[in-house]
């Protein structure tokens, strides 16, 4: 497995941009941004690497208050993944050695059916009368 930087014509959000005057954090605008860049990078891995059912997908390791967030680039052959410098930007240096195209094939499952949970859960809610 290796696993790279982002592209330098595709730079992550700043949190430092998103605080205001008396220090209040623009939480909307950063989530807003994060978004935005997520469909950028996914756009760029698709228009330079290879077509694959899981290029573009956001996998997240979880660790104590954090998560290390990676992106899926390649997975025929060598398996490549973007690293995503979100939040604390931290890394999981074991989840980069050992991980298997099978446990990226899981995660990704795994975040598709809680995204898919939580959007019906929601879509519920606003229902409610």
């Not at 220090?23 to 935005?36: I, K, L, N, P, Q």
């Amino acid at each position: 497995m290796q696993v790279y930087s982002l592209p330098a014509e595709v730079p992550a959000p700043n949190l430092g941009d998103f605080v205001h005057t008396g220090g209040r954090f623009d939480h909307a605008g950063y989530v807003a941004a994060e978004a935005t860049f997520l469909a950028t990078l996914k756009d760029w891995v698709l228009k330079v690497g290879e077509a694959h059912p899981l290029a573009g997908e956001v996998v997240s390791v979880p660790y104590a208050d954090s998560s290390a967030q990676y992106m899926v680039a390649k997975l025929q052959g060598k398996v490549i993944l973007v690293h995503l410098p979100l939040g604390d930007a931290w890394r999981s240096d074991q989840f980069e050695r050992l991980c298997t195209v099978a446990e990226l094939r899981r995660m990704v499952d795994a975040s598709q059916k809680r995204a898919a949970f939580f959007a019906a859960k929601q879509a519920e809610k606003q229902a409610a009368p």
